[in-house]
Nanobody
């Protein structure tokens, strides 16, 4: 069955860096676009970044552009999100998800991981 498992979340101080990972299994990883979303307490789920199935195209949320890099390793079935210059407002649960569409609308995604917590203190 399809599984997406995130890891790498942590508590860090503002200005710090983190790399999140997402391990995929149970499907043809290289046939799907992949994305990272986040959800802060009391807020709706927000699209962070999207990468094409072959890694040739990416999209970044305006609020995070310049501070994050999405990448993937299709041979290892892994998705990554490098984050730097973290801010307290980046505190959220971060999720990876898959889609056949070119979209950061959560409704276009059919499988999600369980999430990994990122907490940024000032």
């Amino acid at each position: 069955q399809v599984q997406l498992v995130e890891s790498g979340g942590a508590s860090v101080q503002a200005g710090g860096s983190l790399t999140l990972s997402c391990a995929a299994s149970g499907y043809n990883f290289d046939k799907y676009n992949m994305a990272w979303f986040r959800q802060a307490p009391g807020k709706s789920r927000e699209g962070v970044s999207l990468i094409a199935f072959n890694g040739d195209a990416t999209v970044y949320a305006d609020s995070l552009k310049g501070r994050i890099t999405i990448s993937r390793d299709n041979a290892q079935k892994m998705l990554y999100l490098q984050m730097k210059m973290l801010e307290p407002q980046d505190t959220a649960i971060y999720y990876c998800a898959r889609t056949h569409r070119w979209s950061l609308d959560p409704a276009d995604y059919d499988y999600w991981g369980q999430g990994t917590q990122v907490t940024v203190s000032s």
